[in-house]
Every structure is written in C-alpha cells, then in structure tokens.
C-alpha cells in the first residue's frame, strides 16, 4: 500500500505550484521517511491505541503507522486514527491512501477537515462551544513550515491555550504534545531551526516542561531529505514521551532519506541541554568524542562574565545608501563587510569590490559607527558546507590609523567593551579562541542553519579574560599560528 502513496506523492510533488506549497507549507514525507519515523515508537501496554496525524497530507504517515500495526509489531488491541487536512485538494488521496485498512475491523479512521490549531487550541482551553479532543496515546506529524503572524487568528489561538511560538511547525508540534496522554509518544520531522535562537525559546521550554526526549535523528544533507520539493531546511526527527523521566538520548544519524550508513549513539541528557543554559539550546553529538571544549573545565565563562559585548555589526546598508560611498574620500570613514577578511588580514580599501568600502560621517551616521580600536569579529554567514561555520578576524587600529571612526556592516558580529575596541592580546585572543576546532564542533551541535548570530556567540562558553589574553599574546609572538597549533594550546588554558 505505501507503494501507492509514494507514488501519489511523487505526482503532486511535481504537479504542485510552488506559490501553492508556500501558502500551506506543505513538503510531502518519503514513503522511507514515513517508515523510519512510524519505526521511532516503542512498543507500550497501550491496548487502544489513538494516534494524532496533523497535517496528514495524503496520508503517508498514518499509512506507515497502520502497516507497522497490521504487521502485529504494535501489539493494539484497536487503532484509531485522527486525520487532520485543510487542503481540499488533498482530501480524496488522503481517503484512498486510508480506505484499504478499513477493511480491518480493528481500525478506525476518522478524516477531519478542521483547522487542527483552532481545533486544539479550543479543545485545549475548554471551548463550551467545541467539542474536545481525546487524549492521543500516539502522534505522528510532518507539520507545515511557515510562520505565523503576530496578530492572526492561530496566534491568538495558541495564546489562549498557553502556546507561544512563531511557525505553525512547532504550533502542531507543541499542541500534539499538549494532546497526549501521560507516556503518550510523539513523532515529528521538522526544522532543526527550533533547536537555538531567541524565537523558539518559548517553544523548546514548553517541550522540555512536558515531555523527555528520547530519540533525536539528523541529517547529513540539507538537501536530501525532502529533495522532491526543493526544500534547503535541515531537517531533524524528534521522538518524545508526554510525561516521561528523561534519560539518555539515542541518536541517530544518516546523509539523506535511504538511511544509508544510519550511525547510533548514546549520550547523557546534560550532553543534549546543558544543565545551566537559560536558553535550553538543544545539542545534537554526532560523535562519541568529546574535545577539548567538553572536557576542559577552565572554558566555562560568559562574554558578560569577561566583561565583553557582542553586537551585530550596525550598519544596514540597504537602509543607509545614501551615505555610501565605493572608496574612502573626504568625510567618510571606512565600512568594513565581510569580504575584507582574509583570516586574520584585513584588504581594505578593496579595488572591484561589490559593496562601498566607506561611510560617510556625520551627525546622522555616528551613532552607527564604532571607536577606531582592536576588535574581533565573526561573519553571520557561512554556507553549510564549509570547512568552518565560526570564522573570526581581527580588526587593527594601526591599519586604520587615519581614521577615528569605523563602520561595522550588518554582515558582522562585534566584540567590544561596551561599544569601545579591545586590548590587542584579548582580540586576537577572543579570535584564536573562535577559530579552533573545538568551538567550531560545539556551535555545529546546536546550529542548524547557517547563521551565527550575536545570541549565539554570547550562549558560548569562554576562557577567562587572562586566559584569553595569554593566547593572544602568544599569537602575536608566533606571528599567527597554524590551527593545529591553536587547537593544541588551548589544551594548556587554565
């Protein structure tokens, strides 16, 4: 049967407009996918079984479910399936993709056409005027991808039932969770986005106030797993028990949907969230070891413990063309983008360079631009695929020594003392420090995407200020070490 549906959703992936796949955030589960994911679910005592699919699509989730259970590997005395889809277009293959285990006097399938976060929200909150939902034993969800606006219906719906998030995947996520039964399971494939980040921190807490993780699975490609839709996400797939003890974390990862080369580990929770982070980031290990970053007990300070800042570089150009200009001239100070960064040299002014290299200064342009001084920075931006997602330069006084101002383009991440420039030892410390291979492991374990934003940067742990300051210094003696011999000094930091 799941022959069916996969072809089915070969057919529409390709027919499907994509202004049409943006507007409900709809990306169709591989039949592999569906199977894996319906495979993550432990068996229980649960003799009747009531699964949750919201945002079922064309049914590929609970068909892998029901073929699991017709296969007696369940063990349910009864299965009933609640079957969420809005899209009309979608109701008739959902119905043939579920009509074959009807035949199953065991199986009930109840297709519903309602909005699942109206209907939730109000079965959630008591609605007098809503029937209520039952208590799921299971839940089984591909949700869609797409945020929710400030001042929409679902978002005021959520508010209602508790739920404070911004896309409508960790909506359906987070009501599936509300739904379930105490030991109720949960499976879900969404973006890793959620796992770092100030916008997802009321969701991630809400997760963690209810339910344990108990399987984590990622992976390698951003590329692969929905590759019939075009989607770039990276993509995780969660299992979750409402109510649970939380204990060691399997997780598992492969490069695409085929689950070749599927790896296995186990990792203590502390290893997943940390137990001091406010931010409750979510790590994912994809390797039993554990480097210098880990285990080194003097890397455990704070930016705001160092005394050190960490903004986004102020300057948007789009916003400030008007103040811009292609080289240095009278007036103006310079502008410095990412791409003025080599390493720890900087090629400023940059002849054929794409972006202005200058700002003008004035009384409307100061309070964007920065003290002439040392400073580290790191790019925002990197491409997943890079050798290293953390990149760090500095930034010298000498070189700009024309200049008492400097521009610091949106592109940028600043390392300052309050809005000042640092002492030379500690920027090229802070940058040394940035570039090693072990924070550059460690940030990959919590960031998905291929942002490094100033939040992240300030969740880090650091070595203490003289710590930092003594690398630097023996940076500046090297004349620039090698990275094998950064990562090799950090092992003496104390």
Known sequence: MLSIVEKSRLNISRTTEQKKKSLYGQFF????????????????SVDNCRLLDAGAGIGSLSAAFLERYISDDFYFKNVEIDAFEIDQSLLPYLAE???????????????????????????????LFSKALPAYTHAILNPPYKKIR?????????????????????AFVALAVALLEKGGQIVAII??????????????????????????HLFGSR???????DVLQENVIIMMERGAKQEDVIITTSTDSTFSGLKTFEYPFDDIVTPDDINHFIHIPTSQKRKILHLNPFIRYSPKELDIGISTGPVVDFRMKSYLREMPEKGTVP?????????????????????????????ETEKWLYPN?????????????????????????????????????????????EKKGLPESLAYGLAGYLNSASVDERFRLFNGHTQVNATDLMTL?????????????????QGIPTQDEIDNKLRDLE
Request: hydrophobic fraction near 40%; charge should be positive; glycine fraction near 4%.
């Open 29 to 44: 589960t591989p039949a592999s996918i569906a199977c894996f994911m319906a495979n993550m679910f432990t068996r229980t």
């Open 335 to 363: 502008l410095l983008y990412p791409g003025h960064f080599n390493g720890y040299n900087i090629n400023w002014p940059k002849a054929n360079f794409k972006k202005p290299n200058a700002i003008v200064h004035n009384k």
């Open 223 to 229: 590329t692969r797993a929905f590759k019939d839709d």
């Open 461 to 477: 742990k650091y070595p203490s200020r003289n710590a930092l300051i003594s690398l630097g210094e023996w940076m500046l003696e």
């Open 373 to 417: 001084g040392f400073y580290c920075v790191v790019r925002r931006f990197s491409s997943k695929e890079e050798k290293r997602r953390v990149t760090a330069g500095v930034v010298r006084s000498d070189v700009f020594k024309e200049y008492n101002m400097l521009g610091f383009e949106n592109h940028l991440n600043v390392f300052h003392e």
């Open 191 to 216: 973006p890793r986005s959620f796992c770092n980040g100030p916008y997802y921190l009321p969701f991630r807490k809400f997760l963690l106030d209810h339910a344990a993780f108990k399987h984590i």
């Open 150 to 170: 400030s001042n929409s219906e679902h978002r005021i719906a959520l508010r209602k039932a508790g739920i404070e998030t911004v896309n409508l995947y960790s």
């Open 97 to 127: 993709s579920l009509e074959v285990y009807k035949k199953h006097r065991n199986i009930v399938l109840n297709i519903r056409e309602n909005d699942f976060i109206i209907t939730a929200a109000n079965s959630l909150c008591g609605d």
